[in-house]
């Protein structure tokens, strides 16, 4: 079964800086191309940036300039770096494979709350 844990989540304000990571399944990470998503209340989940095998990377325009994604693949983790954060920001933070036929049972996600 795969396992997707993610962390770094909190409550900043707005301006601040924040570090999510996501410990994944061993052979799930290593074949999949990785992405960051976000659900905010009443919304759809949207993807916010993905990371290739090889380290290609793809930001949605909303954060693209502030958010940064990588990974360590010694680690099986990703991460992503998220600068000068909005409130529009806020939302529960999961990481998944990028492409849909490939997306594993969702974790608990990580909440980021930025106040204005």
């Known amino acids: 079964q795969v396992q997707l844990v993610e962390s770094g989540g909190g409550l900043v304000q707005a301006g601040g800086s924040l570090r999510l990571s996501c410990a994944a399944s061993?052979?799930?990470?290593?074949?999949?191309?990785m992405a960051w998503y976000r659900q905010a209340p009443g919304e759809q989940r949207e993807m916010v940036a993905s990371i290739s095998t090889g380290g290609r990377t793809n930001y949605a325009d909303s954060v693209k300039g502030r958010f940064t994604i990588s990974r360590d693949n010694a680690k099986n983790t990703v991460y992503l770096q998220m600068n000068n954060l909005k409130p529009e920001d806020t939302a529960v933070y999961y990481c998944?494979?990028?492409?849909?036929?490939?997306?594993?049972?969702w974790g608990q996600g990580t909440q980021v709350t930025v106040s204005s």
């Open positions: 061993r052979i799930f990470f290593s074949i999949n191309a």
């Open positions: 998944n494979a990028e492409h849909a036929g490939f997306v594993a049972n």
